[in-house]
């Protein structure tokens, strides 16, 4: 759902919004929304009453999200277990980014930077923010397409006059696509620290 937002909601002029709305929610777009959901829906649904003699099964198990009300922000952003600015920094881009593009396009930005900082509540309320074993925060990798408005919103602001501005920030864009791509190279498909925090390992993948 928290993916489909931006494809639901992307900005148009108002007038379009306003009718693009009304045609999502005729009732007979919904009803053919739900039948082709239920089509779709029914072979999962069948085998989970096979397997289960319940239609409705919740196939994660224990797993959850007790962390609704303490949710790990900050080691899904910055542990060395798989914090995503930690391992892609490139990211950082997109807060100032958010506000660059805010001037011009603010129902871009603000849907942009929405549906980041809902995925990331999401995520940090999982059971296990990193999402078991693989790279960084793998979980915003769908969202990169639409996180790349204000990324680039903010490129393109810096690429403008002067000169020494430019070269700062291409510099500094090189310089975190070598660091990850170090890391990337690096990575031995798990973080195999001890706990979430654990620093030393995350030296050891970086400098050896």
């Known amino acids: 759902m928290v993916l489909a937002l931006p ?7 108002a007038e379009q919004g306003r009718r693009q709305l ?10 053919l929304l739900l039948v082709a959901g239920v089509v779709l829906w029914l072979p999962q649904l069948a085998y989970y009453h096979y397997l289960h003699g319940s239609w409705l099964t919740y196939s994660y198990g224990q797993e959850g999200f007790p962390n609704l009300l303490t949710p790990k922000l900050a080691e899904l952003w910055a542990a060395p277990k798989n914090g995503s600015f930690l391992y892609n920094p490139v990211l950082l881009l997109l807060l ?30 999982w059971w296990d923010y990193a999402l078991g074993c693989g790279y960084a925060g793998r979980g915003f990798v769908e969202l990169y397409v639409l996180l790349a408005w ?12 002067p000169r020494w501005v430019q070269g ?33 390992a995350y030296y050891s993948l970086l400098l050896n």
């Not at 494809?7 to 002029?13: D, E, F, T």
């Not at 999502?24 to 009803?31: A, D, K, N």
């Not at 310089?175 to 195999?192: E, G, H, K, P, T």
Request: aromatic share 16%; proline share 5%.
């Open 22 to 31: 009304r045609g999502i929610f005729q009732v007979r777009v919904v009803g």
């Open 150 to 161: 204000p990324i680039a919103a903010l490129m393109a602001y810096l690429l403008a006059p």
């Open 96 to 125: 100032p980014g958010t506000l660059v593009l805010f001037r011009t396009a603010p129902r871009q930005a603000a849907l942009a930077f929405g549906t980041w900082a809902v995925a990331s509540y999401l995520y940090a309320a």
């Open 7 to 13: 494809l639901l909601l992307w900005p148009v002029k």
């Open 168 to 200: 700062a920030a291409a510099t500094f864009v090189v310089l975190c696509l070598a660091y990850n791509m170090r890391l990337s190279l690096q990575f031995d498909r798990c973080f195999y620290g001890t706990h979430a925090w654990d620093w030393s």
